[in-house]
């Protein structure tokens, strides 16, 4: 299988975890992940880190197919998925983790330079903290300032809303 961006992001996201020693990530947590480094791209270059990479608004934040799809395309080649019981959260998970096969990046410099900028900042937070800090992007402020009555708007999210940080943004020109 070639590896897409997709792909090769989720690996990473998986690679800084076990370096940094924060352990399985759920789904959950690779999806709200994905979705800030976009955001965070969008802000800094103006542009998504993933092309055609959307979201949708969904009961627990944003939510992305193509997501699914590039987890379960890793799955057992790449990536380990096992059932653990999370008692913090009171439900059980899928922990996903990094399978000891050598991974080639086509990730450039740059592109690895702001993944570990952004995970910096995101990647040891808990699941309740990231979806806290998704609520708070500008698309789904936009989005669920549009609900009434508790209903969920399962729509698409716009990055339009996301401005760009013009003097962040010279500093990431590379990407």
Do not use: C, W
């Given at each position: 299988m070639k590896?897409q961006?997709?792909?090769e992001?989720i690996?990473y996201?998986l690679l800084?975890?076990?370096?940094?020693g924060?352990?399985?990530?759920?789904?959950?947590?690779?999806v709200?992940?994905?979705y800030?480094?976009?955001?965070?791209?969008?802000?800094?270059?103006?542009?998504?880190?993933i092309?055609?990479?959307s979201?949708?608004?969904?009961?627990?934040?944003?939510l992305s197919?193509?997501?699914?799809?590039?987890?379960n395309d890793l799955?057992?080649?790449y990536i380990?998925i096992t059932?653990?019981?999370?008692?913090?959260?009171?439900?059980?998970?899928?922990a996903h983790?990094?399978?000891?096969?050598?991974?080639?990046?086509?990730?450039?410099?740059s592109e690895?330079?702001f993944?570990r900028?952004?995970?910096?900042d995101?990647?040891?937070?808990?699941?309740?903290?990231?979806?806290d800090i998704t609520?708070?992007t500008?698309?789904m402020?936009?989005?669920t300032s549009?609900?009434?009555?508790?209903?969920?708007?399962?729509k698409?999210l716009?990055y339009?809303?996301v401005?760009?940080?013009?003097?962040?943004?010279?500093?990431?020109?590379?990407?």
């Open positions: 590896l961006k997709i792909h992001t690996l996201i800084m975890a076990k370096e940094n924060t352990g399985d990530l759920s789904k959950f947590q690779i709200k992940l994905l800030l480094i976009q955001i965070e791209s969008l802000k800094f270059t103006g542009r998504p880190f092309n055609n990479l979201f949708f608004r969904e009961k627990n934040g944003p197919a193509d997501i699914y799809y590039a987890i799955k057992d080649s380990s059932t653990v019981n999370n008692e913090a959260y009171g439900y059980s998970k899928e983790s990094l399978l000891n096969k050598k991974v080639s990046f086509t990730l450039t410099d690895i330079l993944l900028s952004v995970l910096s995101y990647l040891t937070l808990t699941q309740a903290k990231l979806k609520y708070k500008e698309p402020v936009e989005i549009k609900e009434t009555n508790g209903n969920i708007l399962r698409m716009d339009g809303s401005p760009l940080d013009k003097d962040v943004a010279e500093s990431f020109a590379g990407i």
